[in-house]
């Protein structure tokens, strides 16, 4: 089985506090930003070396199974295709872009180009980046292949013979449970890399895989340097144009101050009156 | 409060690329196979495993300290988790050569990723740490025998390691020591003796413990020169493949007042006359062997104390600035709004010293392993020799200055924190509590400072101390022409001098005899010789600054500044002492104490 994990570079989320909106509200502003991959991504790549692995360490591929990573941004970003690469993906392809000439909907033409040349039987992807918090681009995708998805996985059972998933997903009030034919889109959330969200029934019901996104092992992070990672302009992918224009920025209002309420029953009170939430 | 980022990573960014240019490191042919990327991968592997593991466990590490039952020490069960993730990851055998499953990473860069675990906690951190020291001196030192036994299981984590040189009555005089080794005619000896405070003598996440023990063969000569080293696994290897007791016993767990999740032991050696040990190394040679461990132990300490400190910095900076109280200096309205703590003048200035103490101390450290990395990989032999020189000299400052400053560092944390600083509800007590230790272990600040004055200033006849003050004229020169103020770098040129001077001063009166007049204030010098190194190392971190604009760099650069004109002067007022030479205590009869 072939998995394909499209990766987005992002400004680091831990610092969201820092970025500004430039004057005029333009654009946001992310200067002095450490770059890093966009979490949710991190947990699709998680998420898809769980499932073409057998859970023994060192970790290894299951024979015929690979995990392809691509992304669309500036040549620093081969970096991030190296940390999933490091982290055991087998090779990366990288489309040479700049972001400000991409929107959700040319990321997704352009992945439906790469899906067209690499094939995989399965597409797995953050639900979102966290830059934009768009969370488009993985339903566009499976619109375009006109392929089965499910958004905001949190746990994934591939079935034995390998042709189809049951993917939990979060939703308001619960986990629901859709099965899908593949080839398919995945969109992962948060709960996916929790110890036992994955089942491929070759490695074992009882191992508990950490919970989080793997580190990066230092004897992998040196076989990473040796991976295929094809680098192409992104224009070769021959398609183009954002529909997306932004008109304007601005910061959300400051949060006021809280109150705090006596008891219960004012607290009720206030919900009624106030807030009309009740 | 914001999360501890324990390490601040925009530092550890300017340290490594800017200042230490670890990518230079890549040109020796021993590095040939890394770049920036693997450099900057594994730092971001440490870091991660760091915050989201190593973390978490400190408090409850801190909080339920090993213990002995039926005579096995049970080590906190996170451990059971932490372990394999330090092995697998691949912090055990990161610098060690490929042929031995290593990967051949930079010390250097080893040593900067290690500042995230140990700030994150220490005690998980020093079981690894420990681990490849002791597998260091089987590799370079061990026949082929005991590299079969026991290399593979500590490089991958089977085994953890030790180093056994204390003896209740032989704590910094290791000639002192009276373990001893004789030979059984096959290969092995039947080791006997007490030793003390072994740290991670004993566990309960790996297979077996090996202890790297110094001992003496019968009939060696007396002192320094009659000491060999012994490899003395806790379990031995039968002949049929199997392991089975070796007569190593844990005579009892040390209650600590810090660094409480790693056991340290009193440990017996063959009680019931049945411990065998594997020699390594050439027999009476074992001193100058375990050197090699020491070392590299002392940089790790070093580095324990500079993350120990910086991780409560950072915690201390969070509280000081969520933390409102009073008013700023001159504003009367007490119907005005309480400020921040920050915007207190002497809390600034207690935040200031810390990040200059801290950061200054991942620096020092840094720069050391740099030199490490040169002296064994640099394909000039000139350079080899020269770097090891700066190695040899910096290593006690390096030791002790994160240790003894950062104690005080670790105090003004506690004191930002007000009288919650001083209820275990927060972090910064228990900091203060593991930091103390680093000037103790792995010979204390006054061994270090006999080891500076005595031995390593004057080494080579003065070649050492010339090659220490050409390298800094060098940065000081290259800080000028980076934009750094030049008022602080004749500073640091002035102390320099002095301290140059009276070197020379001292070592004179040691040729002439007057051994007490050298060494007699050894710690002031010491502490003298930090001071000034820090200032040194301030000012080039403010050159690699680049004039570049922003709160990071900003910062940078006022902690070179206040460290220049607040701490560097001290080099002048500790010569003074010095020279002086009052006889108050050295000429003091001890019952007048
Ligand atoms: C938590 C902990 C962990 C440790 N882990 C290990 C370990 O893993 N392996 C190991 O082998 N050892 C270990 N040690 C032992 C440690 O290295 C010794 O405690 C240390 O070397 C000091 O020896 P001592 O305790 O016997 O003190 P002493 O040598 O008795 O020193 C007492 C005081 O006298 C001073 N002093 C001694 N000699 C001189 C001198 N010549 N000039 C000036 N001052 C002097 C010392 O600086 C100190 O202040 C550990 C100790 C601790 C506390």
């Known amino acids: ?278 | 409060m914001t999360r501890n980022p324990l390490v601040s990573d925009a530092f550890v960014d300017l340290l490594m690329f800017d200042a230490l240019d670890v990518s230079a490191l890549t040109a020796f042919d021993h590095f040939r196979e890394h770049d920036r990327g693997t450099f900057e991968l594994w730092v971001q592997s440490c870091r991660r495993l760091a915050r989201e593991k190593l973390f978490a466990a400190y408090r409850p590490m801190d909080s339920a300290p090993p213990a002995l039952s039926d005579g096995r020490v049970r080590t906190h069960p996170v451990m059971n988790e932490l372990w394999p993730a330090l092995a697998e990851t691949g912090v055990i055998n990161a610098t060690r050569p490929y042929d031995v499953g290593g990967q051949q990473l930079p010390f250097t860069v080893a040593t900067i990723a290690s500042f995230y675990l140990l700030a994150a906690n220490g005690a998980a951190y020093s079981f690894a740490g420990l681990t490849t020291g002791a597998g260091h001196l089987i590799e370079a030192f061990g026949d082929e025998t005991v590299r079969g036994l026991f290399l593979e299981p500590l490089y991958n984590g089977t085994f953890n390691g030790t180093m056994a040189l204390t003896e209740p009555h032989a704590g910094s005089s290791l000639a002192d020591l009276t373990s001893t080794a004789t030979p059984r005619g096959d290969g092995t000896y039947s080791i006997k003796g007490s030793k003390i405070f072994i740290s991670g003598g004993d566990q309960s996440f790996a297979r077996n413990t090996v202890h790297m023990v110094l001992a003496r063969l019968d009939g060696a000569p007396s002192g320094t020169r009659g000491v060999s080293l012994f490899a003395v696994p806790r379990e031995r290897p039968t002949n049929d493949g199997a392991w089975e007791h070796n007569d190593v016993h844990v005579a009892g767990v040390i209650h600590k007042i810090g660094w409480r999740g790693i056991p340290s032991l009193a440990l017996s050696f063959g009680d019931e006359g049945d411990c065998r040990g594997w020699l390594v190394g050439p027999s009476n040679h074992g001193l100058k062997c375990m050197f090699q461990m020491m070392n590299e132990a002392r940089l790790l300490v070093g580095a324990s104390a500079a993350a120990t400190a910086t991780v409560a910095f950072y915690e201390s900076l969070a509280y000081a600035r969520e933390r409102t109280q009073g008013r700023r200096l001159g504003d009367t309205d007490p119907t005005s709004k309480p400020v921040a703590l920050t915007e207190h003048a002497d809390v600034r200035r207690m935040l200031l010293e810390q990040k200059c103490v801290a950061e200054g101390s991942l620096a020092l450290v840094a720069r050391c392993a740099k030199f490490s990395d040169t002296a064994q990989h640099h394909p000039d032999g000139d350079e080899r020799e020269r770097a090891q020189m700066l190695l040899d000299l910096l290593t006690p400052i390096a030791k002790s200055f994160p240790a003894e400053r950062g104690f005080q560092s670790n105090a003004l944390a506690v004191q930002i924190h007000g009288g919650y600083g001083y209820s275990s509800e927060y972090l910064v007590e228990s900091w203060l509590r593991d930091q103390k230790l680093n000037s103790i272990h792995e010979g204390t600040t006054q061994i270090q400072a006999l080891d500076l004055l005595g031995r390593k200033v004057i080494a080579r006849g003065g070649r050492a101390l010339a090659t220490l003050c050409e390298e800094v004229e060098r940065d000081l020169a290259t800080a000028l022409s980076k934009g750094v103020d030049p008022s602080l770098v004749a500073s640091v040129r002035e102390a320099l001098a002095r301290w140059s001077a009276l070197t020379q001063a001292l070592a004179a009166k040691g040729l002439a005899g007057d051994v007490h007049g050298m060494m007699g204030h050894s710690t002031d010098y010491l502490d003298a010789t930090g001071s000034l190194v820090l200032g040194w190392l301030w000012l080039w971190l403010a050159g690699a600054t680049r004039a570049r604009e922003g709160h990071f760099y900003d910062g940078v650069r006022a902690a070179a500044r206040f460290w220049v004109t607040r701490e560097v002067p001290r080099v002048h007022a500790l010569a003074a002492v010095i020279e002086r030479d009052d006889q108050a205590f050295l000429g003091l009869d001890e019952r007048a104490l």
């Not at chain 1, 992304?71 to 620093?76: C, I, N, P, S």
């Not at chain 1, 995708?141 to 979060?170: C, H, N, Y």
């Not at chain 1, 992998?220 to 991976?227: D, F, G, P, S």
């Not at chain 1, 192409?232 to 705090?260: D, H, N």
């Open chain 1, 1 to 278: 089985m072939k998995i394909l994990v499209p990766l987005k570079r992002t400004a680091d989320p831990d610092n969201a506090n820092k970025i500004k909106i430039a004057p005029g509200g333009a654009k946001v502003v992310t200067d002095g930003l450490e770059p890093k991959p966009n979490p949710f991504d991190e947990y699709a790549v998680e998420s898809a070396l769980r499932l073409t692995e057998n859970g023994t360490n060192p970790k290894a591929r299951l024979a015929g199974d690979s995990v392809v990573v691509a992304t669309f941004g500036a040549k620093e970003a081969s970096q991030t295709l190296r940390q999933a690469l490091a982290m055991g993906a087998d090779s990366g392809l990288l489309f040479e872009a700049s972001d400000e000439n991409l929107d959700g909907d040319l990321v997704a033409r352009a992945l439906a180009k790469v899906v067209e040349r690499e094939k995989p039987d399965l597409v797995v992807m953050g639900k979102q980046a966290v830059d934009g918090d768009s969370n488009q681009v993985g339903q566009i995708l499976a619109e375009r292949l006109g392929w089965p998805s499910a958004t905001f996985a949190m746990s994934i059972e591939l079935s034995q013979d390998k042709k189809s998933v049951i993917v939990g997903r979060e939703v308001d009030g619960g986990v629901i449970k859709l099965k899908l034919a593949l080839p398919a889109v995945i969109t992962v959330d948060l709960r996916i890399v929790a110890p036992k969200s994955i089942t491929n029934h070759v490695t074992p019901q009882t191992h508990n895989y950490q919970e989080g996104a793997r580190y990066a092992p230092l004897p992998m992070i040196m076989a990473a340097k040796k991976k295929p990672l094809a680098e192409a302009p992104f224009a070769s992918l021959g398609v183009e144009g954002v529909k997306t224009s932004y008109v304007k920025f601005e910061a959300p209002p400051a949060r006021k101050a809280g109150i705090k309420v006596k008891d219960v029953p004012e607290l009720v009170q206030r919900l009624r009156a106030e807030a009309k939430a009740l």
